[in-house]
């Protein structure tokens, strides 16, 4: 596609259950960023795939959070046994490249509601 | 590691009026600085960035940022704001070797007055 999609949208959850968020980045696009966006807290940096290196998860919150990346293209966010304090927008961007200056594209996001 | 700081969380300006969103930054390497902006509803866009050469960077629709690595700002300024520039603002680093994550800012939101 012509940008970075997400899906769903929007996602409403029972404390407890577990959620899985997608991310298709752009064709071609070698590196894959998740932040998270809530209230008051600006955007935290969760998860980052680069190619075929191991990913950088050094933002991830706790251990019920985990992600993968399949193909090297479409990568899915998994939040087990999900909180209250996991209510937020989740973000994925995507960037070409190696180069640092390379600009990231982001997803519109998915809104998780955790009841 | 890199830190972000967005001092002013809220700013409301009246239409056509100067407005200067700050933001400062802390890293121990070199590194990029972006503004991003959020319009309501809407997915994060790039407003402007500063990777190298002139400190002074300005986007389209008439902002413009400064790099002023000696007080580690990156401040995002426009001479008239208008209705449509309302949005949520955001700062980011990141450092210039690699992909790596951007750092942002807590976020400035940005409300023009009619």
């Known amino acids: 596609g012509a940008g970075v999609s997400q899906s769903p949208s929007n996602k409403v959850t029972e404390k407890g259950k577990d959620v899985e968020l997608r991310c298709d980045p752009i064709?071609?696009?070698?590196?894959l960023y998740w932040y998270r966006q809530s209230l008051g807290q600006g955007l935290e940096f969760l998860i980052y795939f680069q190619g075929n290196s191991a990913p950088d998860k050094s933002g991830l919150p706790s251990d019920r959070f985990s992600a993968e990346r399949t193909g090297g293209s479409v990568s899915t966010l998994t939040i087990q046994r999900t909180q209250q304090e996991d209510s937020a927008v989740y973000l994925c961007a995507s960037t070409p490249g190696l180069a640092g200056n390379n600009e990231q594209f982001f997803g519109p996001g998915t809104r998780l509601t955790v009841l | 590691a890199q830190s972000v700081t967005q001092l002013d969380s809220q700013v409301p300006v009246f239409e056509e009026a100067p407005v200067e969103l700050r933001c400062n930054y802390s890293s121990s390497v070199s590194v990029y600085l972006f503004w991003y902006v959020q319009y309501p509803n809407q997915g994060l866009q790039l407003l402007l960035k500063?990777?190298?050469?002139?400190?002074l960077v300005e986007s389209i629709n008439g902002f413009e940022a400064e790099f002023n690595k000696s007080q580690t700002s990156f401040h995002l300024r426009k001479p008239s704001v208008h209705i449509s520039d309302t949005a949520e603002y955001f700062c980011?680093?990141?450092?210039?070797?690699?992909?790596?994550?951007?750092?942002f800012g807590k976020g400035t939101r940005l409300s023009v007055i009619a």
């Open positions: 064709s071609g696009h070698t590196a």
């Open positions: 980011a680093v990141r450092g210039n070797s690699g992909n790596t994550p951007l750092v």
């Open positions: 500063y990777l190298s050469g002139s400190t």
